[in-house]
């Protein structure tokens, strides 16, 4: 197998299930490779470059394949689907939304991307300003929302989950808050991907109704 950046962050995304991302080390990639760890320095100097070369990888496997809006497809529905895509890539992997968080992905991939996202949203009549900001809002939304989900569900609680409905129905006195007694039942009974879905499009209403309404002439 030929040693270079995207091997290297292959076998590092198949660790994480096994070590997480506070355990993923360079000399643990190395021995899944059976390479000295420093054979990999030739290609990631450091921890930092193989986690950005790992968010590539991931990223590369969430958008590969995404095409313009279909006809009659709006812009809100192609960046949800767009998001979920990424989602469902993050979640492939333990600690998959951390491996993304604050990391720098310079490939084709990521530019052919944003660029279809800025001429949908010209299109849609969106000013370069406005439609510039949409596409990091949606990625830091979907970052976010899926290291919490990940973090709620982390091995390292074992049986001791807090976020488990049942201890959380326990937590909350429902006689001196039942508003929140509710919410909280509410909340942990409710469907993910449904919920992931709500809070994009509450987003992306608000930035239809902030973006810049060109002057008539």
Same mark, same amino acid.
């Given at each position: ?6 091997a290297? *962050?292959?076998a590092?995304l198949?660790l994480l $299930?096994e070590? !997480?991302l506070d355990g ?5 990639v190395a021995a899944?490779? @059976?390479?000295? /760890? ?7 100097? @450091? ?5 950005? *070369?790992m ?9 590969t394949?995404?095409?313009?809006p #279909?006809? !009659?497809q709006s ?5 949800? /689907?767009l998001a979920?895509?990424?989602r469902g890539a993050m979640?492939?992997y #333990?600690? !998959?939304?951390k ?5 720098y992905?310079? $490939?084709e991939a990521m530019?052919r991307t944003v ?5 949908m949203?010209?299109d /849609?009549?969106?000013s370069k +300003?406005?439609g510039g900001?949409?596409?990091?809002i949606m990625?830091? &939304? ?6 919490e989900e ?6 390292? &609680?074992?049986? +001791? @989950? ?5 201890r959380?129905e326990h /937590?909350?006195?429902p006689v001196?808050y039942?508003r929140?007694?509710q919410?909280? +039942? ?5 469907d ?5 879905e709500?809070?994009? #499009?509450?987003?992306?209403? !608000?930035?239809l ?5 060109p002057e008539p002439?």
């Amino acid at each position: 197998m030929k040693l270079d950046a995207t091997a290297i *962050a292959e076998a590092a995304l198949g660790l994480l $299930d096994e070590v !997480g991302l506070d355990g993923l080390t360079m000399r643990k990639v190395a021995a899944a490779l @059976n390479v000295q /760890a420093p054979a990999l320095y030739w290609h990631v100097k @450091n921890k930092r470059e193989l986690l950005d *070369a790992m968010a590539q990888a991931v990223f590369v496997d969430a958008v590969t394949g995404v095409e313009a809006p #279909r006809q !009659g497809q709006s812009w809100q529905d192609w960046l949800v /689907a767009l998001a979920g895509r990424l989602r469902g890539a993050m979640l492939r992997y #333990r600690d !998959g939304a951390k491996v993304l968080a604050g990391t720098y992905i310079s $490939d084709e991939a990521m530019w052919r991307t944003v660029e279809l996202t800025l001429r949908m949203l010209e299109d /849609a009549g969106f000013s370069k +300003a406005d439609g510039g900001r949409v596409f990091p809002i949606m990625l830091h &939304y979907t970052v976010g929302f899926v290291i919490e989900e990940q973090s709620r569900t982390s091995i390292e &609680y074992a049986d +001791a @989950n807090p976020y488990e409905p049942d201890r959380l129905e326990h /937590a909350v006195d429902p006689v001196r808050y039942p508003r929140t007694a509710q919410l909280v +039942a509410d909340l942990f009974a409710a469907d993910i991907d449904k919920e992931f879905e709500h809070g994009l #499009r509450v987003i992306l209403a !608000g930035i239809l109704a902030t973006r810049t309404v060109p002057e008539p002439s």
